[in-house]
């Protein structure tokens, strides 16, 4: 079955420490991939996405993620958090190169100590 | 820039109320999707749309209908609201060839 989990429900960090958020997906074949950032209150907005190439991808608000295809993982890191970091951040997956429903993770809530 | 507009952020209707959620998009995009967002579930399918007048059900589209009658417009509706209809929504629009979805701001409802 198809499906994606992010392992951790809440990660608290401290402002300026390193942040990686774990995702793992089980797909019938490498799918796309996207991370997305939820604000309390809001929608989710894109950070980044994996469609093929460098397995290193650069998103924004300086988000990275690396895809391992040998451990069906997409982590999200960041060198340095910021307290407007603070949110819900959210894996997904998609079958490459058709449309349809994206599978979510159901999030990992992320707290930033002072 | 996307724009995908959900018309209500907030709402409060009373048990047994229709309620219509309205999304609307400015980029000529054929799918269209709503979803409900609870703690702890994370999101939920509840209908999309791949054309107008073309509709899916999603994984919990039971006490929801939608309606598709122009392109850049896509609205849930409750046909008689239940409290454990209470949830924030979620419209979204798929980029053709990507499948990246852009969503709306979120509608919260609340079903006294």
């Known amino acids: 079955a198809q499906s994606v989990t992010q392992p951790d429900i809440h990660i608290t960090v401290s402002e300026g420490a390193s942040l990686e958020l774990r995702c793992n997906y089980s797909y019938g074949a490498t799918p796309y991939l996207f991370w997305y950032v939820q604000s309390p209150g809001q929608g989710l907005q894109l950070l980044l996405k994996y469609f093929s190439g460098d397995t290193l991808v650069q998103g924004i608000k300086g988000f990275e993620a690396e895809f391992k295809r040998s451990q069906s993982s997409f982590n999200l890191r960041k060198p340095s958090v910021h307290w407007s970091d603070a949110a819900e951040y959210f894996c997904?997956?998609?079958?490459?190169?058709?449309?349809?429903?994206?599978?979510f993770g159901k999030g990992t809530k992320l707290s930033v100590k002072p | 820039d996307v724009k995908v507009t959900q018309s209500s952020r907030y709402l409060v209707k009373r048990t047994g109320e229709k309620v219509f959620l309205e999304c609307v998009q400015d980029m000529d995009h054929e799918n269209m999707f709503w979803y409900r967002q609870d703690p702890g579930l994370g999101l939920r399918l509840i209908y999309f749309s791949y054309d107008v007048k073309m509709k899916e059900k999603g994984d919990i589209p039971e006490g929801y209908s939608v309606s598709r009658e122009k392109k850049e417009r896509f609205s849930l509706i409750l046909e008689s609201a239940s409290t454990n209809q209470t949830s924030m929504y979620l419209c979204?629009?798929?980029?053709?060839?990507?499948?990246?979805?852009?969503f709306g701001e979120g509608s919260r409802l609340t079903v006294l």
């Open positions: 979204a629009i798929q980029r053709p060839n990507t499948g990246e979805l852009f």
């Open positions: 997904a997956v998609g079958a490459r190169g058709s449309q349809g429903n994206l599978i």
